[in-house]
Every structure is written in C-alpha cells, then in structure tokens.
C-alpha cells in the first residue's frame, strides 16, 4: 500500500488514502495516536505539490 494523501471527516477525524501498489484500489484508514506528526503533515499537503495525484485520487473515489 503506498499513502496517497490525507481526508478529514465531518467529524474533524483525519484519515489516509491509501492505494494498492498491486491492484490500485484505494482504502481509507484512520490515523493513530502514534503516527509521525510530520508525515502526516508532509502527507497532507502533497496534493499541492502534485496535481495529478489530487485529480487521481477524486475521480477514483
């Protein structure tokens, strides 16, 4: 599975996408208490560095 970038939920949880290296099916997971502020962050805003990883990611939702 390879992070895509980051959702937050109506309830203000934050969530990663994920997608299949194998299949590219993509998955939802939640963040956890333990994961690195910083890659999150870094995750976060990697849309806005690469437009056609936010394009690829919407359509296929």
């Known amino acids: 599975m390879d992070a895509l970038t980051m959702s937050v939920r109506p309830d203000g949880e934050?969530?990663?996408?994920h997608q299949c290296c194998t299949c590219d099916e993509l998955?939802?997971?939640r963040?956890?208490?333990?994961d690195n502020a910083m890659a999150l962050v870094r995750l976060a805003v990697k849309p806005?560095?690469?437009?056609?990883?936010?394009h690829r990611v919407l359509f296929q939702l």
Request: hydrophobic share 55%; aromatic share 6%; proline share 0%.
């Open 14 to 17: 934050w969530m990663i996408i």
């Open 27 to 29: 998955s939802v997971n």
């Open 31 to 34: 963040i956890a208490g333990d």
């Open 48 to 54: 806005l560095r690469d437009n056609s990883l936010a």
